[in-house]
């Protein structure tokens, strides 16, 4: 099956400073990305939707220039959290949805950001 | 615009029991209706979906839905649950826009007792 990965699953830093997070594709190819952000016991929260070679649809409230999305090939699209603060702490999950599928998405198991 | 609403946000259930979890979503236009299931600090894993044709739907786990377009429901059904499906079950809507966009609920924890 489509495996979607993540890395790093987990990471502390310190406020101030910037964090990379890596969404890949392993099997497939996914021409759209989407990153979503999940509180404590809450749901999922669409934060963008990347689409490789082009600029990243931030949802409303996102703000874009904290939450920078780079969809460089049909495999990977990157989220950095910049000059992260404690708010910022949370679950971020990819999705990556099968080029030519249709509706058909994956998962990664998320990664756990906590800023200090 | 699209809404998902999950009615419960726990369910306790003792095991063997049947369960319902219950779904109710908005959308002006036709829908794509998912259920996934997250365990414990893990990704979301898709149970079932509906896209057209049957209003029945049968997933992975023993695990069931049934499209209402009237009442604009997707109620989660299982016979007999085990321990092992305690975890956090979200429904989900995509109208196909937005490169398949999709709109999550609350979320329900299901919580099976011994």
């Known amino acids: 099956g489509a495996v979607v990965s993540q890395h790093p699953s987990w990471v502390i830093c310190k406020s101030g400073t910037s964090v990379k997070i890596e969404c890949r594709s392993l099997d497939f190819q996914a021409t759209t990305m989407f990153w979503y952000r999940q509180f404590p016991k809450q749901s999922l929260m669409l934060m963008a939707t990347s689409n490789e070679g082009s600029k990243a649809t931030y949802e409303q409230g996102v703000e874009k220039d904290k939450f920078l999305i780079n969809h460089a090939s049909l495999t990977l699209s990157t989220l950095t959290v910049t000059s992260a603060h404690p708010e910022d702490s949370s679950f971020y999950i990819c999705s990556a949805r099968v080029a030519g599928s249709g509706y058909e998405q994956y998962f990664g198991p998320g990664t756990r950001l906590t800023v200090t | 615009a699209q809404s998902v609403t999950q009615l419960d946000s726990q369910v306790p259930v003792f095991e063997e029991a049947p369960v319902e979890l219950r779904c109710n979503y908005s959308s002006s236009v036709s829908v794509y209706l998912f259920w996934y299931v997250q365990y414990p600090n893990q990704g979301l894993q898709l149970l079932l979906k509906?896209?057209?044709?049957?209003?029945l739907v049968k997933g992975i786990n023993g695990f069931e839905a049934e499209f209402n377009k009237s009442q604009t429901s997707f109620h989660l059904r299982k016979p007999s649950v085990h321990i092992s499906d305690t975890a956090e079950y979200f429904c989900?809507?995509?109208?196909?826009?937005?490169?398949?966009?999709?709109?999550f609920g609350a979320g329900t924890r299901l919580f099976v007792k011994a």
């Open positions: 509906y896209l057209s044709g049957s209003t």
């Open positions: 989900a809507v995509s109208d196909g826009t937005g490169g398949f966009k999709t709109i």
